[in-house]
T-cell receptor
């Protein structure tokens, strides 16, 4: 059965800290891995990764994929309270279908 | 661009009643997805359509759930009869038919409470 596992499930840090969120997967017909941020409403897209070892970066957020070890990490440096959200990892396995992990709930305390 | 539109935003109903959730995808997007999100199970794909045709409904929990897409700009998810365990947030998402773009654009969701 295809599965995507995220860790930790919950994380509480202080503003300014750096955090690393993990996503491992076991899926057939892997195409790409996507990260989403979900605040109080709908998930919003952050990154899509298709190739191993190439870092995607957007401001204080960055992500990298390891297709050999079947995982990805999402790093957030100099965290701010506005980074508090649930971060979702999803794997695309063909025909536009995404399999989502359970999410990591990140709380940034001032 | 209005994004994906869902209605209603909140629905409270009694067990046994029929519930219909509605979705308007982004214009020009060929794929439409229905998801359910709960604390226990996270975000689950229920069904998705390509060019108005259902492609994979393996995530639909049981026969009480049905989905239709009569045209490219409208889809419904119906639950009949509803049960308290159906309480969740239901998201609709759409995506374009591009080979290397798998990003899905989510609507604001419908929060369903069945009492």
């Amino acid at each position: 059965e295809d599965k995507v596992v995220q860790s930790p499930l919950s994380l509480v840090v202080h503003e300014g800290d750096t955090v690393t969120l993990n996503c491992s997967y076991e899926v057939t017909n892997f195409r790409s891995l996507l990260w989403y941020k979900q605040e109080k409403k709908a998930p919003t897209f952050l990154f899509m990764l298709t190739s191993s070892g190439i870092e995607k970066k957007s401001g204080r957020l960055s992500s990298i994929l390891d297709k050999k070890e079947l995982f990805s990490i999402l790093n957030i440096t100099a965290t701010q309270t506005g980074d508090s959200a649930v971060y979702l990892c999803a794997v695309h396995q063909g025909a536009q279908k995404l399999v989502f992990g359970q999410g990591t709930r990140l709380t940034i305390n001032p | 661009d209005a994004g994906v539109i869902q209605s209603p935003r909140h629905e409270v109903t009694e067990m046994g009643q029929e519930v219909t959730l509605r979705c308007k995808p982004i214009s020009g997007h060929d794929y439409l997805f229905w998801y359910r999100q709960t604390m226990m199970r996270g975000l689950e794909l229920l069904i998705y359509f390509n060019n108005n045709v259902p492609i994979d409904d393996s995530g639909m929990p049981e026969d009480r759930f049905s989905a239709k897409m009569p045209n490219a700009s409208f889809s419904t998810l119906k639950i009949q009869p509803s049960e308290p365990r159906d309480s969740a947030v239901y998201f609709c998402a759409s995506s374009p038919q591009l080979t290397n773009n798998y990003e899905q654009y989510f609507g604001p969701g419908t929060r369903l409470t069945v009492t």
